[in-house]
């Protein structure tokens, strides 16, 4: 008797990107909360927050950027999605979204080129790319999208071209 509750493929984050990722955020949370409890602590024991009110506000205020991106770099490398026998479900930190296979309609890919570093003068910029493999659903909503840092999109994508195909040639024959 087949499994139905062990899924096909995953499609997630390469493992050294993602190890990567959830080291880079953790540190970035671990940072955040200790600055962030030192500047309280210190304050209390002071007892003088009249006179650190400034102090404090700017000593909280750097550190929460540090903690958001921190949880953004986790959720990121937790994000996959896992394809089952005509169902595919999309696993975004603690949200998960369920698709039948005939619900997505298009995959398209494109390339998205971005620059890193800076202009200084005669300093030529370096341009990095990403290929972003888009998935969308039957009215044109966006669903969800992956770039090279992830497993199986091309495996995914050939899976969503062969479904609509099955369902133009159905619908040829009706």
């Known amino acids: 008797m087949e499994n139905l509750s062990a899924y096909r493929y995953c499609i997630a984050m390469k493992k050294g990107r993602k190890i990567l990722n959830l080291i880079v955020g953790c540190l970035m949370i671990l940072i955040s909360i200790i600055f962030i409890t030192t500047t309280v602590f210190s304050c209390i024991f002071m007892q003088e927050f009249v006179y650190y009110t400034f102090l404090t506000i700017f000593l909280v205020i750097i550190p929460l950027p540090l903690f958001i991106f921190g949880i953004i770099g986790i959720v990121s490398a937790t994000k996959r999605v896992e394809v089952y026998k005509g169902k595919v479900i999309y696993h975004i930190g603690f949200k998960n979204k369920e698709y039948r296979m005939s619900d997505i309609k298009t995959s398209k890919t494109k390339s998205e080129t971005y620059r890193t570093g800076l202009d200084y003068g005669n300093i030529v910029p370096t341009y990095s ?33 062969n479904t609509q195909k099955s369902i133009a040639k159905q619908h040829n024959k009706n």
């Open 129 to 161: 790319y990403d290929k972003l493999t888009v998935f969308y659903d039957k009215k044109g909503k966006k669903i969800f999208k992956f770039g090279l840092a992830y497993d199986n999109v091309e495996r995914l994508k050939a899976d969503v071209n």
